[in-house]
């Protein structure tokens, strides 16, 4: 048998030993894919999950195997594996620090809110990614949801931070917009019942542009 033949042997049987783990990575990959998409995490961030559950899994099968005479792609052992991998996948993900220092810098500037209505308007529905006095939730603790929240804060505040606020700049040239628009705060912010006093009601939207419109900081289409 040629060297090839053997390979071609070996990935055969391989994939026949573990045909339950694949179809079982294939299936939890879709809906896998679609919450991240609806909770805002970052696609690279599932992924690397996935192969994570996917290595871990395969370990886990391995191991088990040496232990146990029934069908290892029996619907009952796949499960176990499964099940096992994904509390070991979850806890090495909480080795990961990132998302967890929670800092917030200094307030430096701040727009020339027109009343305390509008402020308290505007740290409703875009402090928690817009500046520097973010609330972190509970959940921010934990992997992968710390990712979550430190990408979408960091994200933010490369846009716009208020609490160093430059009139002029290329962020605060879209805020009228991106509010009239609806697309901030964005749909997965207050997903799942999130964050609910950054879903502004129509009165309250339209009361916050009507101010901002007046402000000079923030001139609508002025970004192009």
């Known amino acids: 048998m040629t060297s090839n033949e053997t390979s071609t042997t070996s990935a055969r049987s391989f994939l026949r030993t573990n ?18 998409l609806l909770i805002g995490l970052n696609p690279a961030f599932t992924s690397a999950i996935l192969v994570l559950f996917v290595v871990v899994s395969f370990l886990v099968h391995r191991w088990r195997g040496r232990r146990t005479s029934r069908d290892p792609n029996s619907v009952s052992n796949v499960s176990t594996t499964g099940a096992l991998a994904t509390v070991a996948v979850f806890v090495l993900i909480q080795l990961v620090p990132y998302g967890r220092s929670h800092s917030n810098g200094p307030v430096i500037a701040e727009p020339a809110w027109p009343s305390t209505e509008v402020r308290s308007l505007m740290v409703s529905a875009c402090f928690d990614c817009h500046s520097n006095e973010v609330s972190y939730p509970r959940y921010s603790n934990i992997a992968p949801f710390s990712w979550l929240v430190a990408e979408h804060v960091k994200d933010g505040r490369e846009a716009v931070n208020f609490s160093n606020f430059k009139a002029g700049g290329e962020g605060a040239d879209n805020v009228i917009e991106v509010i009239s628009e609806r697309s901030m705060p964005p749909p997965y912010f207050t997903r799942f019942g999130r964050h609910p006093q950054a879903k502004l009601s129509k009165t309250e939207t339209s009361t916050l542009l009507t101010a901002l419109r007046k402000m000079p900081e923030f001139k609508e289409g002025r970004g192009g």
């Open 19 to 36: 045909q339950g783990l694949l179809y079982l990575a294939v299936i939890l990959a879709v809906p896998a894919f679609i919450l991240s």
